[in-house]
Structure formats: C-alpha cells, structure tokens
C-alpha cells in the first residue's frame, strides 16, 4: 500500500471515528456528534415542563418497555466499508456468531445494560437487531469492523463490543436517549401551572351542593345572567342549548359554542359577552365575570373527567360558580387548596319530594300516565314500546344516540297535556339536559354495561350516584306532579334498588387528565418514528400524577389513531382527527371518518356534493328499525362533518348546506321514532301475527338453521342469569334478528308472552312451569 493511500485510509477513518465513536461516561453513553442536539432537546423539554415539581415527588416511574417499538435501521451509504476491511481482515461469519452469542450469555452485559435502560425484553430485541445487522450487512462501519476482526483473531476484549451494542440499541429504541427528556414532558404532577393566566388571578370559587331537583343550578345561572360577562359549561349539548335560550329569552345576549355549533347572536359575528358551552369548548384564556361549571362530579369520569379538571383549574373568572352532588365538595376544596383559593360552599335541599314505592310494577298492564321506564339497551326500548303500544297506548322515546332534536321532541311530545302520549321509555339518557314531566320512575334493569378506568367494559350495578340522578327525574319542581315516586319493573329488582339509594354517595377522590396536542407533538419530536397510538401510550406509561388524579382512558382516541395510521398526515391534523367524538360501535361512521382522513389528506376539500354521494343524500324514510338505526348513523356522520369543519375550515368548507340536511334529517328521524312500534312490527311481515310465526318445539327444530342454542343468555337483566329455552326462538327470522343485533332473546320471550297471553298460544303453560323451575332453583341455592 503507498504512502499517500495509507494516509488516505488513516484519515478517513480518523474522521469516521471522531464521528461515531461512542465513550464510556459515569453517567452512561452518549453519542459525541449527539451532544449539540441532545442540549437543543433538553433546552425545549425544558421550556415546555418549566414548571415546579412538589417537593414530596416520588422516585422517576420505571416506564412500561412492552411499548417500546423499535425502529428500522436503513443502509447508510456513507459508510465506507472498505475502510474496515483494508486496516483488518474479511469477518468469519462463523466465527462471528460465536462472538456475538459469548456476548449475549454474559451476565454483566445483561446487568450493565440493565442500568442503562436496557431490561431482560429490551436486551434480547436489540441483540437480535445487533446480530442481525452485524451478520447481514455486506458493510459495517470502521470501528465496528476492526473491533470484531480483533475479537475474532484473540487480539481483543468481548467486553469491547458494549459501546457497539449500546449505541445500535439506542438507533432502534431512540426513547433510550432521551428517557429522561419525557419524563419530563409527561410529568403531570401540577396541573395548576398549565394555566398561568387563571393563577395570575385570584378566583372566589362558589360550590353549589345538592341533589337533583334543587335548585343548585338556577341559583348558579341567575348569578351568571346578572354579570357583565360570563360563560356556561356543561357535560351536554342539549345545556348548552338550554342557556343559550334561557339567557337570550332574559335578554342577556349569549353566544353558543359546542363541538359542532357555533352560534353568534351578532349578525355580525362580533362575540357576545356571555356564551354557553359544552365543556370540552370552553376558552381558558378569554376573562370573564362569572364561569358556571355543572356537573362537576362528572371530573372523575373515566373518558371526559379532563375536561371538568381543565376547566376548573383553568377558567379566567372572577367568580367560578360550580354545580353538582355534596359528595364532590370535600375534593374540589382539596383541589382549590393546590391554587390557594378558598371554597365557598352553598347547599340546596330537593323542592320536591320523591318516594320509593314499596310495590314492583311487574307487569305493563299496571303503567299509569306519567311513568317512564328506564332501560339501559336500545334493545329494551324497542321491546318495550312495542308491548306498550300493543295495549293501545302510546309512548315517548328517549335514548343516547338520538339527535338533539329528535329527544326534544319527544320529550314536547311527553309533557304536552293534550298529547294522547302519556308513557316514555327511555335511557339513562334522561339524567340530564332535558325538563321532563314524570310521575313514577320505573327501573326495567339495574345493571348497565360500563367502561372502567382501564377501559374494559363490564356489565355493572348501576351506582348510588346514578341511581339518584335517574331517580331525582321524578316530581320535578317545574312540572305538574309536585311529588315523584321510584320503584322497579321486576319484584326482586326492587329490594336491591331500596338499598342502593339508601346508601352514601362514593366521594370523588381524583380528577382526570388527558395528555394535550402540545405534549404529544414533543414526544413526536423525541420519537419521529412512532406511531401516534404508541406515542400516547409512552406518554401514559410515562406520566407522573400525584394522588389527586389520574390519566384518562385513551382507548377511543388509539382506536382513531391505529385506524388512520396508514393515511399520510402531519401530527397536528392527525392529533385532531383522533380527538373526534364519533361512536366507534357504527360502522358507517368509522368508514365515513376513514374516507373524511384520506379526503384530507389529498388536500381535497370535501363538499357539499361529495358528502350527498357518500350518504347517498336524499334519505327515504325508515321503513324498519335497521333503517332508522343507519338514519341515526349519518346524522352523527354530518355531526362529525361539522365538528371538523371548525378544526379545518377550509378543508370542509359547506357547514350551512350540510347543517341544512341535517336539520332534514333529523325531520326524518323524528319521524322515524314516531312511529318506532310500525317499524319493528314492519323489520320482517311474519313479526306482525303470532299466528303466522310458529315456534318449534325443542326436539324437532334440531335440523333448523335458524335455531338458537339454549344456553343463550338474556340481555336484559343479566344480574339474574336467566336463560333463553332454544324451543322460543325456531325461526330463521328471529336468529337473524338475534344475529344483526336488533332484537334481544329477551324481546323474543316477552312478545312470546304476550302473543301467548292474547292467543292462547300451546307454549304459554310449558314457559311457565319452566319459569317456575327456574324460581325454584333459586330458592334451593
């Protein structure tokens, strides 16, 4: 080799080594050419998290490395492997695997590696990439090579290749180098700081306390109408609406503003001094006289309890007026403690009082006007309205997934004394945002499916608190019966409920957060390579909070993100599409928000037009409950339109015409559940006569495709463990109805035994003495 070659070669890898060379520290590696970079890193974590940490913080949370992605190393062109190859020798792959396997076996690699963020899962997923890499690549960098050849001959240390190691496992898990970077970041610890504005004042804080029906909330809504400005934020839409006409009709000129609405009393859209909000929407940074916060004991909501925390601790009013159950004023004077403001706290009595009957209603032949049936599934519903309209009354229906509309009418409908309707069955839906006029409550269930705080879903016992805001409906104060009576559809339901509302409501112990688009967009600039969804799972499996709160579920927001991963969309846009609130359980829905993303991400405004063709505008009526269920499902799909279109004004650009079909829509729809007994009758012809359905005994329907098993469990109150005999449901019409959801086995057994009950049906005695076998059971356990 000349001279003038050898210098060559020496100074080329001189500089790759100045370049990539990796020290032993007392704190660990680093990376030599990382240092400006890494400095840049901290200096912005610590812009974003300059904040104090109490001072009793506890040791830094182990994060969670079952999250840990590892990234694809690409060929880097640049490096020169001949440069190796020229100072040393050609690897023996052989011998190289044994090389690397005496590595990985020794124990103090294992532990050494262990300290510096590298546990048992860790260790194993970057050796086989180090491995992997090392036998693969046609060419390694310089000092790699040189180190491994001296390794191979006997000229060298195993321990040598550590360094090596390290810094091939800190390129696949980046997070390694930056740990405590998002700590930081993810440090929840004190909430109060996020808001400088509200702390650079000082707020009186007033906690209205009481049940429903007490009056808590007017006191709260009349100091608001006489301030000079001020701002409502409630938990639904329909409260929103509510203030916003209440304080127009008192001529306080109000504005409302919710996820999908904005409504300016201006003509010109000058804002006005008070405006009504759904929580989520409310401004913390815009000054105001007095903030309304209701239903503060929602802040310990498993999915929306952020909201309550961040409008509490973050609002800019001179007076914060909050509304909700005694059991939340222990912990709301705890959280003010942290931002030095006192509570002031005002109690309120129920005006009217609700009694619990001693008797069960048990059969629907015994509803008066007045009653609403709570249920807690759509199924229920449906069965119920048509057993009631069987009878030759007429029903009101209320459930969750119905428009704002349409539940206000129904609910007119229900109140109006000269309307025939005197009977509503509805949801827990009723608990809040609508004036009704009800007599009797009767509690069809009390179970309920529930999300906990990990996000599992689980058949529950309804609690105290919800018991009594379903109950505290009954005898309200501003409708006709000045007097409200609770009991339940089922006898042995009744002795349970009785004890339910006889004990305390649970106090609220912790308020929840939720990780903001700031905080993610500085994972994301630590992490490029990840995926949003394992992002906000680093974030959660990072964050720090202290006893106080907790960290929301994120299930339906990582449901969004995994869904629209593939779709090519900056991190804010991306943020924002996984914050919408769609109903995940639709079909329709999730592929219209599909289409929405890929739309967007062409750069392609979705117009009017566009939107008509994806829901196949014009809509007919519903001509069966499948119908009026995909009715139900493009209304909240123009929902989701309007809700981007104030994210992306310019991307969804025909609010007013889309608003327009909407309100069609939901014309439709209303009529639709007018007439919800015509439509379940109408799902199949053979459903409207008894006579025409024949039930097939157990024993000669074992060939039918349209059998259901007999250990089929019953939907509707699942705490009894109830079961379904296969000889109730021997038509293919009601497996299919099983099958698409729309019916319940429990629907099939009650209209059984009302077709039973009408036309002496053969089956009536059997399902009798097999209820009574059922009750005897019971009592021999």
């Known amino acids: 080799m000349s001279v003038n070659r050898c210098m060559s070669v020496f100074s080329r890898l001189q500089r790759h080594i100045n370049s990539r060379t990796t020290r032993v520290t007392a704190g660990g590696f680093h990376a030599s050419t990382g240092s400006g970079l890494l400095h840049k890193q901290h200096q912005t974590a ?81 050796f086989i990439s180090f491995r992997k890499y090392t036998m693969d690549s046609s060419s390694l960098p310089a000092d790699l090579h040189i180190i491994l050849s001296d390794i191979c001959c006997g000229a060298g240390h195993l321990d040598d290749i550590y360094p090596y190691f390290m810094r091939h496992a800190k390129q696949i898990f980046p997070m390694l180098d930056c740990i405590d970077d998002l700590r930081k970041i993810s440090d929840l610890r004190v909430p109060a700081n996020w808001y400088p504005e509200a702390r650079a004042i000082q707020r009186k804080v007033i906690f ?42 008192a001529g306080v000129p109000c ?105 069960a209603v048990e059969s629907l032949d015994n509803l008066r006007p007045g009653d609403c049936i709570v249920c807690f599934s759509k199924n229920d519903i449906y069965s119920i309205s048509r057993q009631i309209e069987a009878r030759g009354l007429e029903c009101a229906v209320i459930y969750g997934s119905l428009p704002p509309g349409t539940k206000l009418s129904q609910a007119k409908k229900f109140n109006d004394p000269d309307d025939p309707c005197k009977i509503l069955v509805a949801t827990d839906a009723i608990g809040m945002g609508l004036n009704l006029s009800i007599k009797r409550i009767i509690f069809n269930s009390l179970v309920k499916p529930n999300v906990n705080e990990k996000g599992e879903k689980q058949m529950e016992t309804i609690s105290t608190s919800q018991a009594l805001q379903i109950a505290g409906r009954a005898g309200r104060f501003s409708s006709k019966f000045k007097e409200g009576e609770v009991t339940t559809m089922h006898r042995d339901d009744l002795p349970v409920l009785k004890e339910i509302l006889s004990l305390l409501v649970e106090p609220i112990e912790t308020a929840g957060l939720h990780p903001t688009a700031e905080q993610i967009e500085m994972f994301a ?63 329709f829905v999730c592929t219209s928000f599909l289409k929405f993303a890929r739309q967007f991400s062409r750069d392609e405004p979705l117009t009017f037009d566009w939107v008509c063709r994806h829901i196949s505008w014009p809509l007919a009526e519903p001509k069966n409950i499948k119908d009026l269920v995909h009715l139900e499902a493009v209304h909240d799909v123009l929902d989701l339109y309007l809700w981007l279109s104030y994210r992306f004004m310019d991307m969804f650009p025909d609010t007013a015409s889309i608003r327009e079909i909407q309100r069609e829509l939901d014309d439709i729809i209303q009529q639709g559940v007018r007439n919800i007994t015509r439509l379940i009758r109408a799902t199949d012809p053979s459903i409207t006569s008894p006579t025409q359905t024949q039930f097939s005994k157990r024993g000669q329907t074992s060939g039918s495709s349209g059998t259901v098993d007999s250990n089929l469990l019953i939907g509707n109150r699942g705490q009894r463990g109830q079961r379904v005999s296969g000889e109730m449901i021997g038509s293919s019409l009601a497996s299919r109805l099983v099958k698409d959801g729309l019916l319940t086995p429990d629907l099939l057994r009650q209209l059984q035994r009302e077709w039973s009950k009408d036309h002496s049906h053969p089956l009536k005695t059997e399902h009798h003495s097999a209820n009574n076998k059922g009750k005897n059971k019971k009592k021999k356990k």
């Open 525 to 587: 600039y630590h992490l490029p390579d990840a995926t949003l969804s394992n992002l906000v799972d680093i974030f959660v499996s990072l964050s720090q909070v202290d006893g106080m709160y907790f960290v929301c579920n994120i299930d339906d927001f990582k449901f969004l993100a995994d869904m629209i991963q593939h779709i090519p969309l900056n991190l804010r846009s991306r943020y924002v599409f996984c914050t919408a609130p769609i109903n995940k359980k639709q079909p």
């Open 208 to 249: 209205h306390a009481g049940p429903t029906n007490s009056g808590k909330t007017y006191h709260a809504i009349q100091r608001y109408l006489s301030a000079k400005s001020g701002v409502y934020c409630g938990p639904l839409k329909l409260l929103a609406h509510e203030i916003f006409e209440k304080s127009n009709s």
């Open 46 to 126: 610590s812009a974003v998290c300059s904040r104090n940490v109490s001072s009793d913080s506890s040791p830094p949370k182990a994060p969670d490395t079952s999250l840990f992605v590892p990234v694809s190393l690409k060929a880097d062109p640049s490096v020169d492997g001949s440069v190796g190859l020229e100072l040393s020798q050609p690897l023996s792959k052989d011998e190289l695997l044994k090389v690397l396997n005496r590595f990985y076996k020794k124990k103090e690699m294992q532990t050494l590696a262990a300290d510096h963020g590298l546990d048992a899962r860790l260790f194993h997923q970057a």
């Open 255 to 359: 504005d409302l503003v919710t996820g999908e609405e904005r409504t300016f009393v201006d003509l010109e859209g000058k804002a006005a001094g008070h405006v009504a909000c759904t929580i989520e929407m409310c401004s913390v940074t815009t000054p105001y006289e007095v903030a309304v916060v209701d239903e503060i004991q929602m802040i310990r909501d498993p999915s929306r309890g952020w909201a309550w925390t961040r409008a509490l601790l973050g609002l800019c009013a001179e007076e914060i007026h909050v509304c909700g159950e005694p059991a939340a004023v222990d912990f709301i004077r705890e959280l003010m403690y942290t931002t030095g403001e006192e509570v002031e706290v005002h109690t309120y009595q129920r005006l009217t009082p609700f009694s619990i009957l001693d008797q």
